[in-house]
């Protein structure tokens, strides 16, 4: 039972505490990309620091909804971590959802984040909203639907399980439907976490902003639960691509040399995704908002082919 | 026994890496990105050829896997990029089916192909997943035929039911004789030479290489 409190607690303390460190990985990796210095790969923490200590400025007109949405988005999140495997594959809550409650998670921190940019009325807040939205509902049908291709092959939705057994499968893991899942994921991740093709992270003021035209009313303690919260769960959507499809090395013991080991490679994991992401994002250009259906449909289709292909190459 | 093992899960994945540059082509809206993953696709087809002839340990199929990486890997999409910027055409492809339907008629695609190949009961699973792709991969062509209206993209369709059609002979038989493959080669070059040498006349006849424009009047 200790243990159980004991590993539950360690990961929110990783996730907590790797989320600013890989944004700042990806925003160097970017700066050196673009042969540009770039701030230090520990500056998302003294920026949160820093908004910690600040006050924050409040629209008169707003309602409750705009103080409760940064906590009620960071508690989602992190709820979703609890149930996401990070450093090891059988996670003690793992009983108490699957990968569609990820999803709904995703979803509910989204949502209350969008009806708080509805809320203080501003003209940027209500666009980032419908934007947010609009895309939402175009990930949300292929995220699922590109994890189910794995699930059905180790049937059951259940995420902790999925990893552990796609570990404990080896190389043999690796199929078409893997690889068709794989790649609609990653593009899924992309949207999922705002970056280049979809939404520019390093915008402050562009007509074509969507997250940070979301929390452009938020100012000082609750800018940083918002950014906190967003970069959780990029480093949770970059798990689960890591942990869902290549899990080797995850620990399914508990035992510190396992753990150890299992935490080095899961950081390896995520830094190499965030190179990629870094790459992809200076290599191509943002797109244009009504352009973005196709991207995310060519995901949903090769997340239907990986369905496809996973009943041809298992004989159905 | 584990090396063929290795090399048949090794084809299904080079596989679904076609399939995924099929969709790449059905997906992209610029000619350029077109080509490319017409050139990925056939760089793919020839890692397939490459890992049949290692694993039956035929030479004349080695051959084949070089002709396929020279002549459609490079030859031939240098080919459209010259042609694209000689004529200096428009870089955005103009469609009758928009991007996401004809994504999913590409998904309907392959699903049909997927329910032809089983009522064949074909005996092992990579033989059937590599017919299946091959199936698509041909239907999807004729589909990017009829649904886009550049001359190029015809061209690149017709491209894409021969790479099919190598898919699914090179994967099921383990390949043709080799003076039939040297054959079909030869067809697909001279073809795409004339279809290019055909696609500048379009041009310079109607200053367009819309297929649209071939139905009005020139007196």
């Known amino acids: ?316 | 026994m584990s090396e063929l093992v290795f090399g048949s899960k090794m084809m299904q994945l080079l596989i679904a890496l076609i399939l995924v540059s099929t969709f790449m082509i059905l997906g992209s809206t610029r000619l350029y990105s077109c080509v490319r993953a017409f050139g990925i696709q056939s760089f793919l087809l020839a890692g397939v050829a490459g890992i049949v002839a290692y694993s039956t340990g035929k030479s004349d199929i080695y051959i084949v896997a070089i002709l396929t990486l020279v002549i459609k890997a490079a030859v031939i999409p240098y080919i459209f990029i010259y042609i694209i910027r000689e004529i200096k055409v428009k870089r955005e492809i103009a469609l009758y089916v928009n991007i996401s339907p004809s994504l999913i008629i590409g998904g309907v695609l392959v699903v049909i192909s997927y329910y032809l190949v089983r009522s064949i009961n074909i005996r092992t699973e990579l033989s059937s997943f590599a017919l299946s792709a091959s199936i698509s991969l041909v239907s999807i062509g004729l589909f990017i035929m009829i649904s886009r209206k550049k001359a190029i993209m015809q061209m690149l369709g017709i491209l894409l039911m021969e790479n099919g059609l190598f898919l699914g002979a090179i994967s099921l038989t383990y390949g043709m004789p080799l003076l039939v493959e040297l054959g079909i080669f030869f067809d697909v070059l001279i073809g795409v030479l004339i279809m290019g040498i055909l696609i500048f006349r379009i041009n310079r006849t109607f200053e367009s290489i819309d297929t649209d424009m071939l139905k009005t009047l020139i007196g």
């Not at chain 1, 797109?287 to 991207?295: A, I």
Request: charged letters at 10%; aromatic letters at 10%; hydrophobic letters at 60%.
């Open chain 1, 1 to 316: 039972m200790l243990t159980q409190f004991a590993i539950v607690i360690f990961q929110v303390i990783i996730i907590l505490a790797l989320a600013p460190l890989l944004s700042g990985i990806i925003k160097k990796v970017k700066a050196f990309l673009q042969m540009r210095k770039g701030p230090g790969i520990f500056q998302p923490y003294y920026d949160i620091a820093k908004l910690l200590r600040k006050d924050s400025v409040v629209s008169e007109n707003v309602s409750w909804i705009f103080h409760a949405a940064p906590i009620i988005s960071f508690v989602a999140v992190l709820t979703a971590g609890l149930i996401i495997p990070v450093y090891i594959s059988n996670m003690p809550f793992s009983f108490a959802g699957d990968l569609i409650a990820v999803v709904y998670l995703f979803a509910l921190a989204r949502f209350f984040i969008a009806l708080a940019s509805l809320d203080a009325g501003s003209s940027f807040g209500g666009m980032g909203g419908s934007r947010e939205m609009f895309i939402s509902s175009l990930v949300e049908p292929a995220m699922m639907l590109s994890i189910f291709a794995i699930a059905l092959n180790v049937g059951t939705t259940n995420l902790s399980v999925i990893s552990g057994a796609v570990s404990s499968m080896g190389l043999d893991a690796i199929s078409p439907y893997h690889l068709l899942a794989f790649v609609a994921l990653f593009i899924i991740a992309i949207a999922e976490t705002g970056r280049i093709p979809v939404d520019n992270p390093a915008t402050h003021l562009e007509l074509t902003m969507i997250h940070e035209a979301m929390i452009l009313e938020y100012s000082g303690k609750q800018l940083a639960i918002v950014e906190l919260g967003a970069m959780m769960k990029q480093l949770l959507v970059f798990s689960l691509l890591a942990n869902i499809f290549f899990p080797w090395g995850i620990a399914s013991e508990l035992s510190a040399a396992g753990i150890a080991l299992s935490l080095i490679v899961f950081i390896i994991k995520i830094v190499v995704i965030g190179v990629v992401i870094a790459m992809v994002e200076t290599s191509t250009a943002k797109w244009r908002l009504f352009r973005l259906p196709n991207l995310l449909s060519i995901s949903l289709m090769l997340s239907f082919l990986a369905l496809i292909s996973f009943i041809i190459v298992k004989g159905g």
